[in-house]
């Protein structure tokens, strides 16, 4: 080996161990970085004429678990499901209350019941027959109410989806850009680590709001499908369409045309069921509290309230209402019909005939609705059969709830305990995919960046770059020897 030859080895030495020094630097520093993949510099030996010329450093290789991360990315698509849904069920269980909890539909129905039985017990007390007047207003408030947080529900949902909708758009817009960098960058033999880093976090933000398969192309290119079947990314990136809606109804749904659906690339796709290709993620569960877990509550709560509409509407409890009027309570003042239920538990109200605040008169409560004037207020017949009415066992009408016989306060439990069951069962699902995203991203972590390793290896190349350096130092020794002999 002539001395040229040495020195050109040890050089190309020096160079190498200071890109591995750079490299492993940057480990240590994203160690905790999301999206950073550990790094690591490929290492070849330099050949000329079939001779030795020292190391070549190769290029730098990103290590990936690509079988890991994309399970990984599936777990964090189906925890933000869960996390959506569990959100909403534990917003509806709060709204209706417990049993136990003041102001719940349960405590409501219990003090408009006992107001009954305490109002015959004496009926000529107007201050008993004004607590039935305000214990009813209030049962009806309860269901208002709930109405109210439903449909704010699912206006946030249509929300929060147009908003979810502008992130991909931005982010697949994102991810074509740097598909077309990379392509650059690999044919011009460049450094890529820090571009593949970047494109692994725009993934990683869409997979939380559509679970995708990631599939390698040639020059470092990659194409997203749903797991759903949908091409996000080929080539260039689709366009999802979404139309907000500022204010949400019960009567809105996406098959009357009110609320908005999904389009990808101008094309329409479903939004639930096994044909739908964003099912798994945020985006999927935020159109199934919009369409479906908050349209099943309130047809539940719809149902509650034209059962109890129906028990005082009959003239079997009240023989002053005339064919055709109202009961004690009314859809918004009118009689029920049945056409009209979605949206019922929003319009309850007292009948105003017997409500003070509305020009209604309180003996009207013992004496009938019809009553033009007041009766013997000893008698407390009437308010007996409102009681009866009340706690009696009747066929439901509504499609809300199954068939069968219910007293109301059966019913109003019905709508509480499958709430919570509802709410349960989804906090279960949802600390189960919590438990493994968790796990899959603790093994995630420790097949990436192992700071006790890095270290070790930053003495190795500690000692290659001092001995690369003791060359180049014996080299110019030589030198200097040969320059004394010349002299």
């Known amino acids: 080996m002539s001395v040229t030859s040495a020195l050109a080895g040890a050089l190309s030495g020096l160079s190498a161990t200071s890109r ?181 976090q725009l993934v990683d933000q869409i997979s939380a709001i559509v679970p995708v398969r990631e599939i390698t192309r040639d020059l470092n290119q990659i194409a997203l499908i749903t797991t759903g079947g949908a091409t996000l990314l080929e080539g260039s990136a689709a366009v999802f369409g979404f139309t907000p809606t500022h204010t949400v109804t019960p009567e809105m749904s996406q098959a009357l045309g009110g609320l908005s659906g999904i389009t990808i690339n101008g094309q329409p796709y479903d939004t639930a069921g096994s044909a739908s290709p964003i099912l798994g993620g945020t985006l999927g569960a935020l159109f199934a509290v919009r369409d479906e877990l908050a349209v099943t509550a309130q047809g539940k709560l719809d149902a509650a309230a034209r059962d109890l509409i129906e028990r005082f509407e009959s003239p079997l409890v009240d023989p002053t209402l005339a064919p055709g009027s109202p009961g004690l309570f009314t859809d918004a003042g009118a009689a029920l019909d049945p056409i009209y239920e979605v949206g019922l538990a929003g319009r309850l109200t007292l009948n105003a005939a017997a409500d003070p605040a509305r020009g209604g008169a309180l003996f009207r409560l013992r004496d009938g609705l019809g009553a033009p004037t007041e009766g013997p207020p000893g008698n407390g017949t009437l308010l007996d059969a409102l009681h009866v009415a009340l706690t009696g066992a009747r066929p439901l009408s509504s499609a809300g709830f199954a068939a069968g016989t219910r007293s109301f306060a059966t019913l109003t439990s019905d709508i509480l305990s499958a709430s919570s069951a509802q709410r349960l069962s989804a906090q279960s699902e949802q600390s189960f995919a919590t438990a493994k995203l968790t796990a899959l991203v603790d093994l995630e972590a420790q097949n990436g960046i192992d700071t006790d390793q890095e270290m070790q290896e930053l003495l190795v190349i500690e000692k290659n770059y001092a001995a690369n350096a003791k060359v180049i130092q014996a080299v110019a020794d030589m030198i200097d020897t040969l320059i004394r002999l010349d002299g």
Do not use: C, M, W
């Not at 102001?103 to 409501?108: C, E, P, T």
């Not at 931005?170 to 392509?183: F, G, I, K, Y």
């Not at 044919?187 to 820090?194: L, V």
């Open 20 to 200: 591995q020094a750079e490299i492993l630097s940057s480990n240590v520093a994203n160690a905790t970085t999301p999206g950073y993949a550990r790094r690591q510099v490929s290492l070849g030996s330099a050949v000329l004429a079939g001779h030795g010329q020292g190391v070549q450093i190769n290029g730098v290789i990103r290590d990936v678990d690509r079988q890991l991360l994309g399970e990984r990315r599936i777990a964090q698509a189906g925890g933000g499901d869960r996390d959506v849904r569990a959100a909403f069920l534990k917003r509806i269980e709060q709204s209706l209350g417990t049993p136990d909890s003041e102001g719940s539909l349960a405590a409501r129905l219990t003090a408009f019941d006992q107001s009954l039985v305490e109002a015959a017990g004496r009926p000529e007390s107007l201050a008993r027959l004004g607590n039935i007047a305000t214990t009813a207003k209030a049962l009806a408030a309860s269901l208002s109410v709930a109405t109210k947080d439903i449909q704010a529900a699912r206006s946030t949902a249509d929300r929060q989806i147009g908003d979810e909708v502008g992130r991909l758009n931005s982010t697949l817009a994102q991810l074509q850009d740097l598909n077309v960098e990379l392509r650059s960058f690999s044919g011009a033999g460049r450094d890529i680590s820090a571009l593949l880093d970047k494109r692994q």
